[in-house]
């Protein structure tokens, strides 16, 4: 299932490992299955509000894979051309967002968490977490 989206967002699919009796084992390592040299990882909890959004935001360099290791969420996709709504749903699929991409997550399950592998140190320079700014970051994308 490594499936593209579109341009710099794509699914990415990691052994499962187990069975139902044991549980199962997913790995990830940097720059083999995970894209990028991994320098952060972060995760998500404890979500009270099931009706929260998380982001709005897009980044200028930094690279990440989502995964949800808990529960389901939807995550809105926009790289100024396209705008996709995706499901996420299984621990061994990864959602991998790149650079200069708008994105949210909403819908969450309860008990959702989330894991996230960046390929950046965290800062705060590298967000654009106004929509205009993001379009105006990616403008000369698009020019031809
Ligand atoms: P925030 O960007 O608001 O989360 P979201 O995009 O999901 O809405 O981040 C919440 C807080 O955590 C904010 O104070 C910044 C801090 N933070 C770090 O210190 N390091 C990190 O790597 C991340 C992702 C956030």
Sequence with gaps: MNGKIFENCYFLEFPKY?????????????????PFKIKRVYYIYEIGDLTQIRGPHGHKKTE???FNLN?????????GKEK???????????????????????????????????STFYEE?????????FLD????????
């Design 18 to 34: 187990g069975d139902n009796k044991r549980g199962f084992l997913t790995v990830f390592e940097e720059n083999k299955n995970i």
């Design 64 to 66: 990440q894979v989502f």
């Design 71 to 79: 529960g389901r969420a939807t995550y809105y996709l926009d790289n």
């Design 84 to 118: 996709k709504e995706i499901v996420l749903d299984k621990p061994n699929i990864g959602l991998y967002i790149g650079p200069k991409v708008w994105h949210y997550i909403k819908n969450y399950s309860k008990n959702i968490v989330f894991l996230v592998v960046a």
């Design 125 to 133: 320079s590298d967000y654009l977490r106004n929509y205009d700014d």
């Design 137 to 144: 970051f990616i403008k000369d994308d698009f020019r031809i």
